[in-house]
């Protein structure tokens, strides 16, 4: 699965973004996507995951009631819409697709995006 992100940007605190990861090359209808970010000299970390219905959500305490994660099977699309967005959003973001099923964890993941970088500045 080729997935792009985009989106990415840079914002004023408090503001909005809203990322979208389209895959390119088969539908993604049937995978449970996740977002995750990546901080400079930090690991990548669990963002927000939708399952394959959008029907069910899950998020990192961290954004939990800033950020939104869906999406739009007949566009091949999920979406990362995020409010009040603070300094420490600061990451590149990075969609996946995991074939196995719901996760939380990098390795629960088997297809990725090339990131989208979103830099939020106080």
């Known amino acids: 699965v080729q997935l792009q992100a985009s989106g990415g940007g840079l914002v004023q605190a408090g503001g909005s973004l809203r990322l979208s990861c389209a895959a390119s090359?088969?539908?993604?209808?049937?995978?449970?996507m996740g977002w995750f970010r990546q901080a400079p000299g930090k690991e990548r970390e669990f963002v927000a995951v939708?399952?394959?219905?959008?029907?069910?959500?899950y998020y990192a305490d961290s954004v939990k009631g800033r950020f939104t994660i869906s999406r739009d099977n007949a566009k091949n699309t999920v979406y990362l819409q995020m409010n009040n967005l603070k300094p420490e959003d600061t990451a590149l973001y990075y969609c996946?697709?995991?074939?196995?099923?719901?996760?939380?964890?990098?390795?629960?993941?088997?297809?990725w995006g090339q990131g989208t970088l979103v830099t939020v500045s106080s």
């Open positions: 996946a697709a995991s074939v196995a099923g719901w996760g939380t964890d990098t390795e629960d993941y088997d297809y």
């Open positions: 090359d088969r539908t993604i209808s049937s995978n449970v």
């Open positions: 939708v399952s394959w219905s959008g029907g069910t959500t």
